[in-house]
């Protein structure tokens, strides 16, 4: 039953991908989308901010670096759907629509780690 959810819910969030090529999720629905092992997590901000605190097992790649968009080419399997933060979700944003763009399917935490935090959710530090 609840791989039935779970694919119901995929396909809910395919058919309402933004303009942008990504789709903007809720922290309950991001979780749905980590829970599946081969979901890459990337953690778009500052190596400081992450080492502050950030997702289990998240990647980073800093958006506001010059070659984001070399080394996530170089680094992230366009056959694994990405799901990407940041401390808001301005960044994530950002770099969910330069990753789209590039074929990537990606899933985009709406109000990034603090939204997430505020929920009392597990961050790693």
Partial sequence: MK??????????FALC???????SVSNSDFEIQLSDT?????????PAEYAEGHLNGAVNIDVRSADFKQISLSSLDKKK???????SGRRSKMAAGILS???YKVVEL?????????ENRAVVK
Wanted: aromatic share 14%; proline share 0%.
């Fill in 3 to 12: 791989k039935l959810f779970i694919t119901l819910a995929f396909g809910f």
């Fill in 17 to 23: 991908s933004s303009a942008e090529g990504y789709t």
């Fill in 38 to 46: 081969s979901v890459v997590c990337l953690d778009v901000r500052t």
């Fill in 81 to 87: 759907t990405i799901a990407v933060y940041c401390r």
């Fill in 101 to 103: 763009a590039e074929g």
């Fill in 110 to 118: 709406d109000k990034g780690i603090m939204g997430w935090m505020a």
